[in-house]
């Protein structure tokens, strides 16, 4: 027992997946939650049916598609219960079901985790204790759920890309690209492309699933999805639909045309570009000012209180990139340059007519110390702000 024991623990070290053991319904060893959030120790019926399925080898059981359990009974009479893990991202949504349903109160974190880490590990455990191999091949297809055809399907899907270790964009990344497109920014979506070769296949194919067996067919339909999405952000960032939907017509009969990938990914480029360059001059004749005025309204309205570029950008609605740029085309220095220099026109102001001290200036405008406003002030006005305040006392006395 204290070998086994022992085992467990380095395998619950090795990979963060929640392990518990027991003998008849005694708890021998449990690592990976606590009781109050442990779905097994909250939740008897998940131990009745993964013991219902239990047979002389290991078993998967899927719940909601993602949630995952492992179980194994050992020649020992033990049976070793592994999970629930998470495959992939789930909302919170799905999250605080599953904590429903299982009865457990407040927030849950259910361990993450993947396939091939997960089957890779209940392999070690059956065969250290029965000394029998089990190939992966064999595990995925153990009976564990049948809910429906395109479960099972799911799952295995899951398997083979799991194990194939696929990478793939998130939903983050194509929000990105979405912003990208409805903000106009194609600098952005130039320097990325710069990254790649037409002919680097590898850049597009290896974030994305496989949604053609055909090779053909799998970057058609990326180049379909990419022209779909692209002229929706662009209506969203400004381009009348006839113009966005007419365009996005002519680039699915060019897509049509393609004779082979390389075409179709220069073709993938090109709408990212023209899509972007066209949101750009919408934007450009509509708000040729009104973001770099709306940065300058902020900062002036907050400059006794700290922020970031990314306060700024959000406040303003475009990126710290495209902004940054629209405002030092327009004013010819940088966005915190510009904050530096009204924050030291203010103090020029304070210093003329108020008695505030040196410290009480500094703190007010945000500097981080005495000394560092001193050594800003002097860079703009050629003076030390005790000397600027003396000065001005001296005009206003001769005036």
Not at 22 to 42: K, V, W
Not at 96 to 122: C, E, Q, V, W
Not at 258 to 286: G, H, N, P, T
């Amino acid at each position: 027992m204290t070998e086994l024991i022992y085992f467990l623990e380095r395998i619950y070290r090795m990979t963060g997946i929640p392990i518990r053991c027991l003998d008849s319904a005694t708890i021998l060893f449990s690592r990976g939650y606590e009781n109050h959030q442990d779905p097994f120790m909250q939740d008897p019926h998940i131990q009745k049916t993964l013991d219902a399925k239990l047979g002389d080898g290991p078993i998967l059981e899927f719940e909601d598609e993602i949630f995952l359990y492992g179980a194994i009974h050992d020649h020992t009479g033990h049976n070793i219960y592994a999970g629930p893990v998470l495959l992939g991202e789930a909302d919170n949504f799905r999250i605080n079901a599953y904590a429903r349903r299982h009865n457990i109160n407040g927030d849950i974190k259910i361990k993450p985790s993947n396939l091939t880490r997960f089957t890779s590990m209940l392999e070690a455990i059956y065969f250290a204790r029965s000394g029998t191999l089990i190939p992966e091949t064999d595990l995925a297809t153990i009976p564990s759920i049948t809910k429906t055809p395109v479960n099972t399907s799911l799952q295995a899907y899951m398997m083979d890309s799991t194990e194939r270790e696929a990478r793939r964009f998130s939903y983050t990344d194509e929000k990105l690209f979405m912003q990208r497109i409805r903000e106009g920014d194609w600098e952005s979506i130039k320097a990325y492309m710069l990254g790649a070769t037409i002919s680097n296949l590898s850049s597009v194919d290896e974030l994305v699933g496989k949604v053609a067996l055909n090779k053909f067919k799998h970057f058609e339909y990326i180049v379909c999805s990419t022209i779909t999405l692209a002229s929706r952000a662009a209506m969203e960032g400004g381009m009348d639909a006839a113009s966005a939907y007419a365009l996005s017509d002519l680039y699915f009969q060019r897509l049509e045309k393609a004779k082979s990938i390389i075409e179709m990914l220069a073709l993938l480029k090109e709408v990212q570009l023209d899509y972007a360059l066209r949101v750009r001059k919408v934007l450009d004749k509509r708000n040729k000012t009104s973001y770099v005025e709306k940065c300058k309204s902020y900062v002036t309205k907050h400059l006794n209180k700290p922020f970031t570029m990314e306060d700024i950008a959000k406040a303003v609605g475009i990126s710290i990139p495209h902004l940054t740029r629209l405002f030092s085309r327009r004013e010819g220095i940088g966005v915190m340059e510009y904050v530096r220099a009204k924050r030291i026109d203010t103090a020029a102001d304070m210093l003329r007519y108020t008695n505030d001290s040196l410290s009480e200036i500094a703190a007010h405008l945000c500097f981080p110390s005495q000394s560092y406003f001193g050594v800003v002030f002097k860079k703009y006005m050629g003076l030390t702000p005790k000397q600027y305040r003396d000065r001005q006392k001296l005009i206003d006395v001769n005036i």
